[in-house]
């Protein structure tokens, strides 16, 4: 088995969790980083895992949904309202919580639908703060 890689994918993103500290209930944005790998056997035919084009292009199009969006769990889409002169736009995502650790994991589940292949995320939440996942995991 070999890993290809592409770095530095970003978007950016509002939400609010249930951290630590109550200002993170607060609705907040962060500017994303997005590393991902891809895992496989080498296609004889094409010489490659799968090519960086096609990859990149799958990243980017997923990530659109998430881009300059309030990101929200689907169990609170019920008692969200917005209101405003601004554009209302919402991702919700079928987990618990809209932590970057389930942004990350929804994003690795959505690459591997798509590639078939073993997938490995890695999120930054700002510069320094970062989430691994793999899909499926180990």
Do not use: Q, W
């Not at 530095?8 to 980083?33: A, I, P, V």
């Not at 769990?73 to 970057?100: M, Q, W």
């Amino acid at each position: 088995m070999m890993k290809v890689g592409v770095e530095g994918f970003n978007f950016d993103s509002t939400h609010y969790t249930k951290g630590s500290s109550e200002k993170c209930l607060n609705l907040h944005g962060h500017t994303f980083r997005l590393d991902v790998e891809v895992e496989g056997e080498i296609d004889p035919e094409t010489g490659m895992i799968i090519d960086f084009t096609l990859m990149k292009d799958a990243v980017k199009e997923i990530l659109a949904d998430y881009d300059h969006k309030v990101i929200v769990p689907k169990r609170d889409i019920d008692n969200v309202i917005l209101s405003g002169p601004f554009h209302k736009c919402i991702k919700t995502i079928d987990y618990p919580e809209a932590t970057t650790e389930y942004i990350a994991l929804d994003i690795a589940k959505r690459l591997y639908e798509k590639f078939k292949k073993k997938v490995r995320v890695k999120l930054y939440e700002g510069n320094r703060n970062y989430v691994i996942v793999e899909h499926p995991s180990t």
